[in-house]
């Protein structure tokens, strides 16, 4: 195992069993996170990426839901065998998280200052004093202005951006290996958008916090991110650095994400395309590939078997079955 | 908060007469001559024109009503037709009882409704949860009058410890309020239960709770510090309506425990036709109704901060 | 936003023609509402169907049998005057299914048509409304029925009236509330965007959607007047003896409770019986009517 890996999950999958039938909406994940690295996560909406945070997390309510097989290995350790106890000593300390709606991620009835603090005074083993003068100190870092007056305050006094950045500050109190962010900004007005995602690079590359970036804008990948990783419907179908991504692409989706991409460079006039049909019922997902139906390379193949995930080049992951020999799996 | 207050209060007023008027208007529902009812059968027509004129039962009805309005205003509900006695000073003497028996329902209510509701919730799709249901649902449909009757059979009969009549003389008798505050508050408890249960469910839902197990919480603190308050929010502002419901629905558990209460009072003066007597008590529990309401709806703007502050 | 494709999805639910077949089929498979259906036909066959059912004439005097436990020919017991329990508990049915059914359509018919007027035209009439019915539930149910009933005299009749004209304020909310709700609410913007006209709207979604809660509303309370009605008899309020009542039937008994404590188990059974039917089968209701309901459990 690579000295640097901070996070490697192996074939993650969670399923959700509900009235309406069982809902695979994890099937087959996997994905690597070096120290210090930023790795965005992009896919629509339904492929599974917020619900493969949740899993790594071990934050999916069961029942309805279930992680029914894979490896989680965080820090040579494997999350999904961690007791309950070892899991609350990692989240909030080691694995941090942040969420797309700022509005209703926080406490309406508990001070911004006392869902800070409690986070520090849990792991940090801090005074209450201590915790508080933290705490001030994170909310001057993430750019709350009179941080002293505002820890007092209730999140409904602070407007959406200002209670992202109280977000993030409390994700950040008790400097994590690995911040997991869910759209941090998808909720925001563009002009935060930009605000807020610098200063969690910024952070980053002051603390040296390895980021799992969960976005649908490409823009922001190529923008923040080393790595990326491209979904669709529970599968992870390609994994690679920002550049060959951007340069090399090789699963037939990310293809189609490319080009539904609008362009402000030399081919501004050419046409957006988008991927043709909708993503497959995740209640009863197809015998192959689960992209097959919209795919415009598919092969006989493609209707019958599930590819399989394979490094094509070094650190460059796919899973299709353009890049696998015929027959020739090895499961 | 303090104009939040004020104009609660100020809202008051029409409702306050409308209680006023619609309690006044019973009167006229009787059939037959009050005075008469009053008096008895052989009594003069002189007298009782006299009564009549002596009450102000001549004039026309606005005028009366205003004669009303003003009496209630000053604390006087009326005269009783049998004791003779103020129906204030009756409703004062009889408070005590009513009010311990409401108190003791209220708590039993509470602290096992919330109790339940929070476990079944926890435990959601659990044994324990699906008890809890249906718990609800016998809770909601047992006569209150009735469960009285059954404790009495029960704790009269097989467990002789807890006293199944009165109110144990002067003074306050803890476990005479036992069994009477148990069948009152029963149906309480289930819709606690059910409340708590639905309500701390919907807050487990909530994004902030995900944020705070995110931070590694105990599910302990989690349910607690961060669902608690928010779930109770729903459950309170419930809690004073409902003593105060309890206050209007001691009359049958008072009557059934011999209880010296308000109820019982009232129960006694349904069967002697005693209309001042029900006509204040009605009164009475209706302003006690609206009054509780006015402290919830403030206690609520104190536990969410988000009215607090708009 | 979700609540966006929740409303999408209630209209979709709406625009299908077999609505009721498929809420049908949600309450089939719910078997508590199930239980609810069975107690409340059984209890409306034994109405119906009292002076079939029952072994003996309920208000038959007969001295010379008071008091007797239950046995063959008295399978409840006789009370003190004698009379079988058991016929007295099926006459006791139909009081009790006839103030249900009454008093409710009394204080649905009144809630219906005021609060749909003040919710659809607003304005002075809405606060005017509304004031009014503030008044009402200023005052605890059963007292303000108590009080009345203590002014009126007991008769059926004016069971009905005591206990329709306190139910009323809550429909009156109910329905003011959904007609606001559906009034405003997306799905009928989307409707009024492609063109539909009012009185479809009102015929399609604003009614279907207002009146799911308050068939739920209806059983419920139905539940809950039988229980009232249980209490005014047995404060000698309701139903006049020698009729059978199980309120009544429960007050006799009261004294008797230590030596005869059948006189009271059996009406309380009895009432409590039929009011956790329509309790269920108004739970169930509310599970099978409530669209939104299902989808939240699906997402």
């Known amino acids: ?331 | 908060m303090i104009r939040f207050i004020i104009r609660r209060i100020f809202q008051l007023i029409p409702v306050l007469l409308g209680i006023s008027m619609l309690t006044f208007g019973m009167m006229s529902l009787v059939p037959g001559d009050p005075v008469a009812l009053m008096l008895g059968q052989h009594i003069s027509h002189q007298t009782m024109d006299s009564v009549r004129q002596e009450l102000g039962l001549d004039l026309p009805f606005l005028n009366r009503y205003l004669n009303y309005l003003w009496n209630a205003l000053h604390g006087d509900f009326g005269r009783s037709y049998i004791q003779h006695q103020e129906v204030s000073q009756m409703l004062l003497d009889k408070i005590p009882v009513t009010f311990r028996l409401a108190v003791a329902a209220s708590a039993i209510a509470i602290t096992f409704g919330v109790l339940i509701g929070v476990l079944s919730a926890v435990r959601q799709y659990s044994f324990w949860d699906t008890f809890t249901t249906f718990f609800t649902l016998i809770g909601l449909s047992l006569p209150t009058f009735w469960l009285g009757m059954v404790l009495q059979l029960v704790f009269g009969v097989i467990f002789r410890i807890l006293p199944i009549s009165g109110s144990g003389g002067e003074g306050f008798h803890l476990q005479y309020y036992i069994l009477p505050g148990f069948a009152l508050g029963f149906a309480s408890m289930a819709m606690y239960a059910g409340l708590t249960r639905s309500s701390m469910l919907e807050v487990l839902g909530e994004d902030y709770i995900r944020t705070a197990r995110a931070k590694g919480l105990s599910k302990q603190v989690v349910v607690f510090k961060h669902g608690m308050k928010n779930a109770l929010i729903p459950v309170s502002t419930h809690a004073g309506m409902d003593f105060a419901s309890l206050m209007g629905g001691t009359i049958l558990i008072e009557t059934i425990f011999s209880l010296p209460g308000i109820g019982y009072m009232l129960f006694n003066a349904i069967s002697r036709r005693d209309y001042p007597v029900v006509q204040g008590v009605t009164l009475f529990l209706a302003l006690v109704f609206v009054v509780v309401n006015l402290l919830v709806d403030i206690s609520y703007a104190f536990l969410n901060p988000q009215i607090r502050y708009d | 936003m979700s609540t966006n494709s929740d409303a999408d999805k209630t209209l979709e639910l709406y625009e299908t023609s077999s609505l009721f077949l498929e809420i049908w089929d949600r309450l089939k498979r719910n078997k508590r509402a199930i239980l609810g259906l069975f107690l409340v036909i059984f209890l409306i066959l034994v109405a119906l169907f009292a002076n079939v059912i029952a072994p003996y004439d309920p208000v038959q005097i007969a001295l010379k049998d008071s008091l007797k436990e239950p046995n063959l020919a008295h399978l409840m017991g006789t009370d003190v005057l004698g009379r079988d329990i058991f016929s007295r508990i099926i006459y006791g049915a139909r009081a009790s299914l006839i103030v249900g059914v009454v008093a409710t359509s009394i204080s649905l018919v009144i809630g219906v048509i005021i609060g749909a007027f003040s919710g659809y035209y607003g304005g002075w009439l809405d606060s005017l409304m509304m004031r009014i019915t503030d008044i009402f539930s200023a005052f605890p149910f059963f007292l303000l029925a108590i009080a009345i009933m203590t002014f009126l005299g007991p008769s059926l009749l004016n069971i009905f009236f005591a206990l329709g004209i306190v139910g009323w304020t809550n429909y009156a909310r109910l329905i003011r509330g959904q007609v606001i709700l559906v009034k405003e609410s997306k799905y009928i913007e989307a409707a009024r965007s492609i063109g539909a006209k009012d009185r479809r709207i009102i015929l399609r979604h604003i009614l279907p959607n207002a009146l799911a809660p308050v068939i739920v509303y209806t059983a419920l309370n139905i539940g809950g007047v039988i229980l009232a009605e249980a209490g005014l008899s047995f404060l000698g309020l309701g139903v006049r003896p020698p009729a059978p009542s199980w309120g009544s039937m429960l007050a006799e008994g009261k004294d008797f409770i230590f030596n005869a404590s059948w006189l009271v188990v059996w009406p309380g059974v009895a009432i409590f019986l039929t009011v956790l039917g329509y309790n269920l089968l108004g739970e169930g209701l509310r599970n099978a009517l409530d669209p939104r309901l299902n989808l939240r459990r699906i997402k």
Request: overall charge negative.
């Open chain 1, 1 to 331: 195992m690579d000295q640097e890996l901070l996070l490697r999950v192996k074939e993650l999958r969670t399923h959700f069993y509900t009235d309406a039938g069982v809902i695979k909406a994890a099937e087959g994940v996997n994905l690597e996170i070096r120290i210090g690295e930023t790795l965005g996560v992009v896919g629509e909406s339904g492929s599974g990426k917020s619900v493969a945070a949740m899993s790594i997390m071990r934050l999916i309510p069961m029942p309805p839901g279930k992680i029914v097989s894979g490896e989680v290995m965080f820090d040579g350790k494997d999350l999904l065998k961690a007791s309950e106890d070892d899991l609350m000593r990692i989240r909030g300390n080691d694995i941090a998280m942040i969420f797309q709606d700022p509005m209703t991620s926080l406490n309406p009835v508990l001070t911004v200052g006392e869902q800070i603090m409690e986070a520090i005074m849990l792991h940090l083993k801090a005074g209450r004093t201590e915790a508080k003068k933290k705490a001030v100190e994170m909310l001057k870092r993430v750019g709350i202005p009179e941080a002293e007056v505002r820890i007092d305050n209730y999140p409904h006094q602070f407007s959406g951006g200002m209670r992202q950045r109280v977000m993030i500050a409390m994700a950040l109190s008790c400097n994590p290996k690995l911040l997991i962010a869910d759209e941090p900004t998808t909720a925001l007005d563009v002009t935060i958008q930009a605000q807020i995602l610098d200063l969690m690079n910024d952070l980053k590359r002051e603390s040296g916090t390895a980021i799992m970036l969960i976005t649908h804008d490409l823009g922001i990948v190529a923008e923040l991110c080393q790595r990326v990783l491209v979904m669709y419907a529970g599968n992870t179908v390609e994994y690679t650095d920002v550049v060959s991504l951007f340069t090399k692409p090789m699963h037939p989706y990310t293809w189609g994400l490319l080009r539904s991409l609008p362009k402000l460079d030399v081919w501004a006039k050419q046409r957006l395309e988008p991927i043709q049909g909708h993503p497959p019922d995740l209640r009863n997902l197809p015998q192959g590939c689960n992209f097959a139906q919209r795919c415009n390379h598919k092969k006989p193949i493609c209707e019958q078997q599930k590819p399989t995930w394979l490094e094509i080049e070094p650190g460059h992951f796919v899973s299709c079955f353009l890049y696998e020999e015929e027959g020739k799996r090895h499961d």
